[in-house]
């Protein structure tokens, strides 16, 4: 079984950049679609981007034009660019795989990384 370990959040000005990690415990490549996503204090967990094999993205529609997913199957690690970052975006970020509709396929979160965005 595949484990998926997040880093790469902290705090920033809003406008300003992360780069989150998810790296994968063995090789990606056979694995299903990668997705990212967040949960926010008091709120739902929701999908972020996703990320499929063939490289295929989807966003959701509060992060387009913002942050871009990507995947280096070299290094069996998946990426979260964040950019023009927005107090909304504070959250716990997770990663995990995910079926062609963004539903996570495990049931087992990691640690999550969590990223504050002050105003």
């Known amino acids: 079984q595949v484990q998926l370990v997040e880093s790469g959040g902290g705090l920033v000005q809003a406008g300003g950049s992360l780069s989150l990690s998810c790296a994968a415990s063995?090789?990606?490549?056979?694995?299903?679609?990668i997705a990212w996503y967040r949960q926010a204090a008091g709120k739902q967990r929701e999908l972020v981007a996703r990320i499929s094999i063939g490289g295929t993205t989807n966003y959701a529609d509060s992060v387009k034009g913002r942050f871009t997913i990507s995947r280096d199957s070299a290094k069996n690690t998946v990426y979260l660019q964040m950019n023009s970052l927005k107090p909304e975006d504070t959250a716990v970020y997770y990663c995990?795989?995910?079926?062609?509709?963004?539903?996570?396929?495990?049931?087992?979160w990691g640690q999550g990384t969590q990223v504050t965005v002050s105003s």
């Open positions: 063995r090789s990606t490549f056979g694995l299903p679609a």
């Open positions: 995990n795989m995910a079926t062609p509709q963004g539903i996570p396929l495990s049931n087992s």
